[in-house]
């Protein structure tokens, strides 16, 4: 089993910054890759960040050139970088394993972004 627990969100003004963490415990072994979702009041949850254990990065259209996902595998915990932030960038955020987030979902970060 792997527990995953997310950080470092909270209320931030348009344009703005913060950095999230995942950290995972628990059958860490060689985790694979990784994933960051989002989910916003009365949408669906969406994946907006991506990297594999290698390191390579892709990322949904509506983050790309605002957001960069790292991961640091001796601690077992992935990153999110979010700069230029939206009030549409406001939701919950989740980490898990990606593309299949087989994961039990962890409780989230919430993000606001708001003037």
């Known amino acids: 089993q792997v527990q995953l627990v997310e950080s470092g969100g909270g209320l931030v003004q348009p344009g703005g910054s913060l950095t999230l963490s995942c950290a995972a415990s628990g059958s860490t072994f060689r985790l694979g890759a990784m994933g960051w979702y989002r989910q916003a009041p009365g949408k669906q949850r969406e994946r907006v960040a991506r990297?594999?254990?290698?390191?390579?990065?892709n990322y949904a259209d509506s983050v790309n050139g605002r957001f960069t996902i790292s991961r640091d595998n001796t601690k077992n915990t992935v990153y999110l970088q979010m700069n230029s932030l939206k009030p549409e960038d406001t939701a919950v955020y989740y980490c898990?394993?990606?593309?299949?987030?087989?994961?039990?979902w962890g409780q989230g970060t919430q993000v606001t972004v708001s003037s």
């Open positions: 898990n394993a990606n593309p299949d987030p087989f994961f039990q």
């Open positions: 990297i594999t254990r290698g390191g390579i990065k």
